[in-house]
């Protein structure tokens, strides 16, 4: 609801599309875990009650009901809303009254559809395709699944066994193109309530060139495409089609690079669909780029093929910027917000033309800085030059002059900006020294956890974070409370780039180790997450460094799925031989 209330009183702002790459698109990462848990779940204990309120609450929850209100509309759904509230205002909130105020999803209640998409865990994998059947007629087979990473070492695990199946209903708007400008494609609604689904195309006689699902990225599930359909999107974004609308684009590109991390798709097919990009003009679609493109690099920047994905996007983000007037202001706020996010993205890569940029517009950030005057730079580069110069300049008395202003600010924008660019710092006893700093100021402990987020991002920081986190745990909880559901986020910031056997038992060790509190769901995901990136780095780095590159691979380099079976095994009996240990020791 916040962001249509915003969106009404600043429409030329779009904030209510922007739930998309601030919600949706994180939400739906988060939920592709097999450890992921339904919104409606039981609840046993106090503590499971701060522990698993979580973003699967919040923006899954969101996420449905935004789903719900696409197929219901706009206006009817905002008045089952109110009906609700003013039912519900003498008394307690049930979800049984609002689903009987909004009566149907298409043909289905809304009590049965809610039911599927609230109790169940993570969400449905669509594969779509359109085959020519015996009689000659074109169709759309779709087939739904439960999606969850097979990389995971609790990849068979069923936390949550659900009596619909993972079966959900699914309402699917397809939008069917004749070719790649075609101004008015075909566009029909399908209800999917099975596993597997089939149904002609319009009167079945046209062998459409592309076909897209879930318009405006409404739906809250995983669309795969044949490879072909993939390549025929990516040239009709190069046609300009404009049909395609920049939340289409956002769904695009979002589908490509989950499905491509977890081996359903090729990094050619991703690379080859990415390079329409250099004529991309909004927001969302660069957004959700950067998030996943971040989430990439972040894993792979221990890696050697980190030089190859971002040398690909040097090439590509240094052609926008040398086009366009990047770094200068803009009077339209969307317009600022993209290229802030370009210019980050391109520094992230390491592109000297922005580095070096960055560096010169320094003096004039640091002057307005040390003198308490009006900064002058625009609002959309201020943040990337105080980043991306103290990363990359090794003046200690620079960044002690920042650290002190950090310290002795009261604006809380200001010094969030500030507490951001020093954990950029390449300089580990700079890192070191602001760690501790902020442990020890009980003024400052507001922003504790966020130091430990941003140190958690930065490659020299993260080892300073997660040292310091290990040898000072009961300090911390001490200090905050054993029941602090923020302690468990503060293992996932650390650990979640974590992707080698060295590091998952080391994780492994520290959690046997130790008590969990309110953060048992966050040990299980991070071990979660670093096995996923074991297991992907293995299977997908040397595909990656051919795609973003067009080199050539040895047919030796792959790695067998035997090899990856024994793996996941490895380091599944790692986990059980400690826990059924612990276990042991209980009794």
């Known amino acids: 609801m916040k962001y249509k209330v915003v969106d009404m009183a600043y429409p030329d702002w779009r904030v209510y599309d922007q739930f998309i790459t601030e919600e949706l698109i994180q939400v739906l990462t988060e939920d592709s875990y097999p450890s992921s848990h339904p919104v409606i779940k039981q609840v046993n204990?106090?503590?499971?009650?701060?522990?698993?309120?979580?973003?699967?609450?919040?923006?899954?929850?969101?996420?449905?009901?935004?789903?719900?209100?696409?197929?219901?509309?706009?206006?009817?759904?905002?008045?089952?809303?109110?009906?609700?509230?003013?039912?519900?205002?003498?008394?307690?909130?049930?979800?049984?009254?609002?689903?009987?105020?909004?009566?149907?999803?298409?043909?289905?209640?809304?009590?049965?559809?809610?039911?599927?998409?609230?109790?169940?865990?993570?969400?449905?994998?669509?594969?779509?395709?359109?085959?020519?059947?015996?009689?000659?007629?074109?169709?759309?087979?779709?087939?739904?699944?439960?999606?969850?990473?097979?990389?995971?070492?609790?990849?068979?695990?069923?936390?949550?066994?659900?009596?619909?199946?993972?079966?959900?209903?699914?309402?699917?708007?397809?939008?069917?193109?004749?070719?790649?400008?075609?101004?008015?494609?075909?566009?029909?609604?399908?209800?999917?309530?099975?596993?597997?689904?089939?149904?002609?195309?319009?009167?079945?006689?046209?062998?459409?060139?592309?076909?897209?699902?879930?318009?405006r990225f409404a739906g809250y599930y995983l669309l795969d495409y044949t490879d072909?359909?993939?390549?025929?999107?990516?040239?009709?974004?190069?046609?300009?089609?404009?049909?395609?609308?920049?939340?289409?684009?956002?769904?695009?590109?979002?589908?490509?690079?989950?499905?491509?991390?977890?081996?359903?798709?090729?990094?050619?097919?991703?690379?080859?669909?990415?390079?329409?990009?250099?004529?991309?003009?909004?927001?969302?679609?660069?957004?959700?780029v950067h998030k996943h493109v971040s989430d990439l690099v972040a894993i792979l920047e221990y890696k050697r093929s980190f030089y190859s994905v971002s040398q690909f996007f040097v090439t590509m983000l240094q052609e926008i910027e040398h086009s366009s007037n990047i770094w200068e202001s803009s009077s339209n706020h969307i317009e600022e917000l993209k290229?802030?996010?370009?210019?980050?993205?391109?520094?992230?890569?390491?592109?000297?033309?922005?580095?070096?940029?960055?560096?010169?517009?320094?003096?004039?950030?640091?002057?307005?800085?040390?003198?308490?005057?009006?900064?002058?730079?625009?609002?959309?580069?201020?943040?990337?030059?105080?980043?991306?110069?103290?990363?990359?300049?090794?003046?200690i008395n620079e960044w002690q002059i920042v650290f002190l202003e950090y310290q002795t600010l009261e604006d809380i924008q200001e010094r969030e900006m500030l507490l951001e660019a020093i954990s950029y710092s390449r300089l580990p006893s700079l890192l070191s020294k602001f760690l501790t700093s902020v442990s020890e100021d009980q003024f400052r402990r507001e922003d504790y956890f966020d130091v430990i987020r941003f140190l958690g991002k930065n490659p020299i920081g993260r080892e300073i974070a997660w040292d310091f986190y290990r040898s000072k745990f009961v300090d911390i909880n001490t200090l905050f409370g054993f029941e602090n559901i923020n302690i468990g986020k503060m293992l996932l910031y650390i650990t979640s780039t974590f992707s080698d056997e060295f590091m998952f038992i080391e994780l492994l060790d520290f959690i046997y180790n130790t008590q969990s509190g309110a953060s048992a769901n966050a040990r299980l995901r991070s071990l979660e997450i670093v096995s996923t990136n074991l297991v992907w780095i293995l299977m997908k780095e040397e595909e990656i460094i051919k795609a973003f590159t067009g080199g050539r691979i040895s047919q030796n380099t792959s790695i067998s799925n035997k090899k990856l079976f024994e793996l996941k095994q490895n380091l599944l009996n790692a986990y059980n031989e400690r826990f059924d240990k612990k276990q042991n020791q209980k009794f």
């Open 45 to 215: 204990s106090p503590t499971e009650i701060d522990e698993l309120f979580d973003d699967i609450e919040s923006s899954k929850g969101a996420a449905i009901l935004r789903m719900m209100e696409y197929e219901i509309g706009s206006f009817d759904f905002m008045l089952g809303i109110k009906n609700y509230l003013k039912q519900s205002q003498n008394g307690i909130g049930k979800p049984e009254k609002l689903w009987e105020v909004l009566d149907n999803i298409r043909n289905w209640p809304a009590k049965d559809f809610a039911d599927r998409w609230f109790t169940q865990a993570n969400y449905p994998f669509v594969k779509a395709r359109i085959n020519k059947k015996n009689d000659g007629k074109f169709y759309i087979d779709i087939n739904q699944e439960r999606f969850k990473s097979d990389y995971s070492i609790f990849s068979n695990e069923d936390l949550y066994p659900t009596v619909y199946n993972y079966t959900w209903y699914i309402p699917l708007r397809c939008v069917f193109g004749r070719n790649a400008a075609d101004p008015e494609p075909l566009i029909i609604d399908f209800q999917i309530e099975t596993k597997e689904f089939t149904q002609i195309i319009g009167d079945g006689n046209t062998d459409f060139n592309w076909f897209h699902c879930d318009e």
């Open 339 to 395: 290229r802030e996010i370009i210019l980050e993205l391109s520094c992230r890569m390491l592109d000297s033309s922005c580095l070096k940029n960055a560096t010169s517009l320094w003096p004039q950030a640091f002057d307005s800085l040390i003198s308490s005057t009006q900064n002058n730079l625009a609002p959309h580069v201020k943040q990337i030059v105080y980043n991306y110069h103290l990363q990359n300049s090794y003046s």
């Open 228 to 288: 072909q359909n993939w390549e025929n999107l990516g040239f009709a974004l190069k046609q300009h089609n404009e049909y395609l609308e920049a939340a289409d684009r956002s769904n695009l590109i979002h589908n490509l690079f989950i499905n491509t991390f977890n081996g359903k798709t090729s990094y050619k097919i991703l690379t080859d669909f990415l390079s329409y990009l250099v004529t991309e003009t909004e927001y969302l679609p660069w957004k959700t």
